[in-house]
């Protein structure tokens, strides 16, 4: 987690002279510096999670960032956290919580084929006829009546395919590729991190910032 010293060189003289101030200003404009901080990376978050995901919706990792704010007055426990938000949905924000640190996520036995998303592409979003809950499938052992997708297994895995009738034959599309478990393994794909750090290189400047707004309101 980045921290904030401070006795950098940058901003020593600043400290010194807050000191001499109203004995809130120091706090304040620490205190600041932190929530600046945060704020800087809630607002980096998208751009490191493009570097490491395709992102279909455009303000996903913004909905699922949040800010804690630093308070009190003892500068030694003001602490500032940037981090996902449980509340938006608890299996979404602990899937990004293990994209971060590596580890497990479940998920669903369907996975979206690319040809099942907007334009067959793979950047875009699931074609609403496509969604779960507006399909109908059927098994070749187990004919549903109007079904528009069957499903073939093959070993452990399969693929589900969109049934369109044509005058000659039947057309088959792939829409989900299914799998036996609905866990998966994933690698390390830090993006929380990353902006953080990107954000403490701003501190020096953000606590320069704070501190000569406090100068301005004790000169009023």
Known sequence: MPSFNVNMDKVIGFTAKLERLNR????????????????????LVPKMASQQFTTRQKNFFNAFSVVNKANGWDVNRMMAVTGI????GSEVADGLEQQ??????EGRKLIP????RISGSHSKKLSTRHRFRNINIATPKNRKAGAKYIMIKKGGGGTVFEMK????RTKLTPIYVYRRSKK???KRSPFMAPAASMAALKMPDFYINNAEYQFKRALK
Do not use: C, W, Y
């Not at 938000?85 to 938006?88: I, R």
């Not at 971060?100 to 996520?105: K, Y």
């Not at 084929?113 to 099942?116: A, D, I, W």
């Open 100 to 105: 971060e640190i590596g580890g497990s996520i």
């Open 24 to 43: 809130s200003a120091f706090p304040v404009a620490v205190r600041q510096t932190l929530n600046d901080a945060a704020f800087e990376t809630k607002k």
């Open 113 to 116: 084929h690319n040809m099942g």
């Open 184 to 186: 998966s393994n994933v």
């Open 165 to 168: 009738r044509l005058k000659s």
């Open 85 to 88: 938000n449980a509340d938006k």
